[in-house]
């Protein structure tokens, strides 16, 4: 059964600061892997894919890494902004058209 | 395309009544998805459909949740009875698939914020 970590729970950080959001699961056997936005009451918004065969997506000042052997993604903010504090969640997508979703990690921005 | 649409946002109730939540997944998605969001367990899925059949329902915690889809633009989730441990986010989501232009993303919907007293 996959299981997906994402460590911290929490980050505040400055603006400006360039940070980093791990992800970590247990069954490399992915199809690909997703990084969602989700704001305060509202839904989910995908941010990045990366397909299995892929080793990083970028867009704007975002990039999402993938490594399958060490079972690791991160996705790194460059510049940060208050805009960006809202929590990210990592999703894993295997065989089927399931996602397996990790707990988030809620990230503030401070101005 | 007004996105993913979800009725109610917010829904409280009292234990033991049935409670029907909507959705309306995006036009020409084959597939539609209703996950449940808490703190202790977070984002967990619990059935989804492809071309209005269900494919999967082995995330539906017992028999007192039942979930619908009549036809393409049209999906429900009902939980009867209701009990407080219900208490969650439910949200609805829909995806074009494999074969859509932007394969494998799952569009979600605002969710229904569900208090079970």
């Known amino acids: 059964k996959q299981e997906v970590t994402q460590i911290p729970a929490a980050l505040s950080v400055p603006e400006g600061e360039n940070l980093v959001l791990n992800c970590s699961f247990t069954d490399s056997a992915i199809y690909n892997l997703q990084w969602f936005r989700q704001d305060p009451g509202k839904g989910l918004t995908s941010l990045l894919l990366i397909q299995s065969s892929q080793r990083e997506q970028t867009s704007g000042r975002l990039n999402a890494s993938l490594d399958k052997s060490s079972g690791r993604s991160t996705l790194y903010i460059a510049a940060s902004q208050p805009g960006d504090s809202a929590t990210y969640l990592c999703?894993?997508?295997?065989?089927?058209?399931?996602?397996?979703f990790g707990k988030g990690t809620k990230l503030t921005v401070n101005p | 395309d007004a996105g993913v649409i979800q009725s109610p946002r917010h829904e409280v109730t009292e234990m033991g009544q049935e409670v029907t939540l909507r959705c309306k997944p995006i036009s020409g998605h084959d597939y539609l998805f209703w996950y449940r969001q808490t703190m202790m367990r977070g984002l967990e899925l619990l059935i989804y459909?492809?071309?209005?059949?269900?494919?999967?329902d082995s995330g539906m915690p017992e028999d007192r949740f039942s979930a619908k889809m009549p036809n393409a633009s049209f999906s429900t989730l009902k939980i009867q009875p209701s009990e407080p441990r219900d208490s969650a986010v439910y949200f609805c989501?829909?995806?074009?698939?494999?074969?859509?232009?932007?394969?494998?993303?799952?569009?979600f919907g605002p969710g229904t914020r569900l208090t079970v007293l």
């Open positions: 999703a894993l997508q295997g065989g089927s058209e399931k996602l397996v």
């Open positions: 459909f492809n071309n209005n059949v269900p494919i999967d």
């Open positions: 989501a829909s995806s074009p698939g494999r074969g859509g232009s932007r394969r494998d993303t799952q569009y």
